[in-house]
């Protein structure tokens, strides 16, 4: 296709019509200029569909602080509650233990060496005689006769119906002298006692270190309600730990 060259000439007949008419880039010569009518855009609608929903995007990202701060609030809150109800628990379980059950216990003095030594730690099974009666031998954790405010650790030497004599420190239960091979001889005593017939609902106690105890010899028998529980384990010291 040829396309014709013009020339300086013809530059101001370029056109259709007349070429004295104004062209429409011209204003018209006593006609004012329209004016032009404000374009309102909106600024949601005119972003590209991309734009939009990164747009939509920003405003979900400012919200969420907030709400991940009240998941955390809440989630705070139930664990607080759990803690809570888990210390109640336990504290609810320790009373009972400790009523009911078993009780924390600590020797004072050498009246039960060498069995026991000052200053053990010892767990007295205080349901054991709940369900049945102390029997010989047992070492248990008693309330003292004269003033119940104290308390103390003996080893049951007779039960009610028994009679007990002591001689030359010899200890006879129904006239049949009671084993003693946990008594050291340093630990023996040289008394006399009885004969003494226990009554019932009531025993006799003594100390392992016979000539070092304030026992049964001296305030005389024990009523089995004074009687607290068993001395079920020593735990310290842990490397003199022992069941009994």
């Known amino acids: 296709m040829v396309q014709q060259e013009l020339h300086p000439s013809d530059e101001g007949r370029e056109g259709f019509g007349n070429t004295g008419e104004p062209s429409a880039d011209q204003a018209t010569p006593g006609v004012p200029e329209a004016l032009t009518e404000p374009v309102i855009v909106d600024p949601v609608s005119d972003l590209p569909p991309g734009e939009i929903q990164a747009g939509e995007i920003r405003l979900e990202v400012e919200e969420k602080p907030?709400?991940?701060m009240m998941q955390r609030l809440?989630?705070?809150k139930d664990e607080l509650v759990a803690w809570f109800k888990t210390?109640?628990?336990?504290?609810?379980?320790?009373?009972?233990?400790?009523?009911?059950?078993?009780?924390?216990?600590?020797?004072?003095?050498?009246?039960?060496?060498?069995?026991?030594?000052?200053?053990d730690r010892l767990i007295v099974n205080k349901f054991a005689y709940r369900l049945g009666a102390p029997r010989r031998s047992d070492i248990v954790m008693l309330y003292y006769p004269l003033n119940p405010d104290k308390s103390f650790v003996k080893r049951v030497i007779a039960e009610e119906g028994d009679e007990v004599r002591i001689v030359d420190g010899r200890v006879y239960v129904n006239d049949v002298p009671l084993p003693d091979d946990f008594v050291p001889p340093e630990y023996r005593s040289h008394d006399e006692f009885g004969p003494t017939r226990i009554q019932e609902g009531y025993y006799?106690?003594?100390?392992?270190?016979?000539?070092?105890?304030s026992d049964s010899r001296h305030w005389c028998m024990v009523p089995k309600k004074y009687i607290i529980g068993r001395v079920q384990l020593r735990w310290w010291p842990i490397p003199?730990?022992?069941?009994?």
């Open 66 to 68: 907030s709400v991940v």
């Open 74 to 76: 809440h989630v705070w």
């Open 87 to 119: 210390l109640f628990s336990a504290a609810v379980y320790a009373t009972l233990i400790v009523t009911f059950g078993f009780q924390v216990a600590r020797v004072e003095g050498q009246s039960m060496a060498p069995t026991l030594a000052d200053q």
């Open 204 to 213: 006799f106690v003594m100390g392992d270190h016979r000539n070092n105890s």
């Open 240 to 244: 003199q730990a022992r069941v009994f």
